[in-house]
Each structure stands twice: as structure tokens, then as C-alpha cells.
Nanobody, 121 residues
Framework: QVQLVESGGGLVQAGGSLRLSCAAS????????MGWYRQAPGNVRELVAR???????NYADSVKGRFTISRDNAKNTVYLQMNSLKPEDTAVYYC???????????????WGKGTLVTVSS
């Protein structure tokens, strides 16, 4: 099986920065897309940023210019650098990866348990 473990969440004042990390471990042959999603209380889970295996990225409009997603394939890790944080960025942030576990299988979605980001005004 595959496990994803996020780290880096916490409490920060508006205008501050945080860096989230998510490392995958287990039976990994390769990883396709990696991404970050978030869910605020009472809201549905939404895409924040996504990065393909080739390095192509896409972002939610609400975070463009403030957040940067990156990946380290050697470490099976994805990062989310969050700058100029706003109170509306407060949410639980979830890591997602499309993992291929063998040369004979297709990619499957795996999720981390989430890390809480709280931005105070």
C-alpha cells in the first residue's frame, strides 16, 4: 500500500507564509500527478494546485500569484509554498497523488489525512 504524510501546517498571521510538504511511501513504481486540495468548514473540498509528472502546473484562481507547487521525484514529495496568506485560506489541506504501484497497473488516487492551516486576521 501507499501512505501519504503531510506536514507544515499551523497558525500564521495574515500576510505570512507557510510551506507544506507531503511525502509518499510504500509500494511505489511511479507517481503521475501530485496536488493539494483544501476544505474549509462547511465547504466542499476544492483544488488548490496540481503538478503533472512533466512539471506542468495549474492553480485555483484564488491562489494564483501567491502559492507555488513543486515536486521532488527522487523523494516522492510534493510541496506547497504559500505566501501572502489570507484568512480565507484557512482550511484543512490535503495532499493527493496518482500513484502507479507496478509496471502492470494503472494510476490510483491516494490521499493524505490532512494538515490544518489557520490564518488569523
Amino acid at each position: 500500500q501507499v501512505q501519504l504524510v503531510e506536514s507544515g501546517g499551523g497558525l500564521v498571521q495574515a500576510g505570512g507564509s507557510l510551506r507544506l510538504s507531503c511525502a509518499a511511501s510504500g509500494s511505489i513504481f511511479s507517481i503521475n500527478a501530485m496536488g493539494w486540495y483544501r476544505q474549509a468548514p462547511g465547504n466542499v473540498r476544492e483544488l488548490v494546485a496540481r503538478i503533472s509528472s512533466g512539471g506542468g502546473t495549474n492553480y485555483a484562481d484564488s491562489v494564483k500569484g501567491r502559492f507555488t507547487i513543486s515536486r521532488d521525484n527522487a523523494k516522492n514529495t510534493v510541496y506547497l509554498q504559500m505566501n501572502s496568506l489570507k484568512p480565507e485560506d484557512t482550511a484543512v489541506y490535503y495532499c493527493n497523488m496518482v500513484v502507479v504501484t507496478s509496471r502492470w497497473s494503472g494510476g490510483m488516487d491516494y490521499w493524505g489525512k490532512g494538515t490544518l492551516v489557520t490564518v488569523s486576521s
